[in-house]
């Protein structure tokens, strides 16, 4: 892990603000609150006045993405938690279930893209139908007339 910048070390005191923490970890604060956002497990408590107070197990969190980040070079998708560790524990078990689970998933989105298409099929030959003045081939035709219909 990257050295500390202050000289005292991050668990010798059991909540620390924010300005704190990015001396320590040096970074600036704006960049402690978008890795909140990015990173779930980053959850640092806030005070009565909504100031965040980091505890120690937060800023060790920190000081690994700051690693794996600038000095690894990772992206932040790269530096969070792979998803089967994520899901239950993880695990080879963990990672079964999320193929399983991926595949399912798959065929689900494959699905709907197929009857996405066939909507959009069925439309097209409803505008054809309508343009080329032949029978339309259900009941009620909604035609094209370049503003929104309701169907």
Known sequence: M???KADAPP???LYRSISEVSDLVAVRPHVLRYWETQFSMLRPKKNRAGNRMYRPDEIKLLLRIKELLYERRFTIAGAKPPPARRAQGGGAAGRDRLRRGGAQARAARGEERAQDAR???EILRLRLT???SERPLLSV???WSGRSAAW
Do not use: F, G, N, T
């Open 141 to 143: 035709s909604p035609c």
């Open 119 to 121: 909507r959009q099929v």
């Open 2 to 4: 990257p050295a500390l």
């Open 11 to 13: 668990d010798s005191k």
């Open 130 to 132: 309508c343009e080329s």
